[in-house]
T-cell receptor
Framework: DSGVTQTPKHLITATGQRVTLRCSPR?????VYWYQQSLDQGLQFLIQYYNGEERAKGNILERFSAQQFPDLHSELNLSSLELGDSALYFCASSPTSGSTYEQYFGPGTRLTVT | GENVEQHPSTLSVQEGDSAVIKCTYSDSASNYFPWYKQELGKRPQLIID?????GEKKDQRIAVTLNKTAKHFSLHITETQPEDSAVYFC??????????????FGKGTLLTVNP
């Protein structure tokens, strides 16, 4: 157990719908990262938040957005869903100190769009 | 941006043999190189990492080597066991100050250890 939690574990929804994925980082970690894992694209970085502010963006679609709240949990919002958005979505968190760079992954949310 | 290439995509070994997985990266600013093990349907789990100021790091049966000049790094697993069977991912990142930035992953290597 990495200490990172994600809900829900599974999500099945229809095309065109909107969903919200939730992540709680490890206690004390200020950085949260979102990754998408699909068979054809592998593990891809979507977006990073640090202490409530967006720090870096990767290949995140305009239909996707995220935020980090004052209690440091983060949400990833996916809208106008398409079949190709079906994937495993992981969040990871990272310790905040001068010498540690490790990212610890949560269990993931499996999204199926039908 | 950073690009990470990983080889081979599949690797099958006999129990007790060694396994080597190799990765190359493109961005010379990358300074942090972790390896993750992922079992089917589960989260990627950090198994070992190395920073650019170190050439080699070992933890029991696993070791990682880094060649900054050639921009490649490798994972070595000795005395493989069936429970080592999983997908292994290499990644590269830039770490600075109190945080690091996005991980760029290789495509993964499916390791099968045959009893």
């Amino acid at each position: 157990d990495s200490g990172v939690t994600q809900t829900p574990k599974h999500l099945i929804t229809a095309t065109g719908q909107r969903v919200t994925l939730r992540c709680s980082p490890r206690s004390g970690d200020l950085s949260v990262y979102w990754y998408q894992q699909s068979l054809d694209q592998g593990l891809q970085f979507l977006i990073q938040y640090y202490n409530g502010e967006e720090r870096a963006k990767g290949n995140i679609l305009e239909r996707f957005s995220a935020q980090q709240f004052p209690d440091l949990h983060s949400e990833l919002n996916l809208s106008s869903l398409e079949l190709g958005d079906s994937a495993l979505y992981f969040c990871a968190s990272s310790p905040t100190s001068g010498s540690t760079y490790e990212q610890y992954f949560g269990p993931g949310t499996r999204l199926t769009v039908t | 941006g950073e690009n990470v290439e990983q080889h081979p995509s599949t690797l099958s070994v006999q129990e007790g043999d060694s396994a080597v997985i190799k990765c190359t990266y493109s961005d010379s600013a990358s300074n942090y190189f972790p390896w993750y093990k992922q079992e089917l349907g589960k989260r990627p789990q950090l198994i070992i990492d190395i920073r650019s100021n170190v050439g080699e790091k070992k933890d029991q049966r696993i070791a990682v080597t880094l060649n900054k000049t050639a921009k490649h790094f490798s994972l070595h697993i000795t005395e493989t066991q069936p429970e080592d069977s999983a997908v292994y991912f290499c990644a590269a990142s830039i770490g600075s100050g109190g945080s690091n930035y996005k991980l760029t992953f290789g495509k993964g290597t499916l390791l099968t250890v045959n009893p």
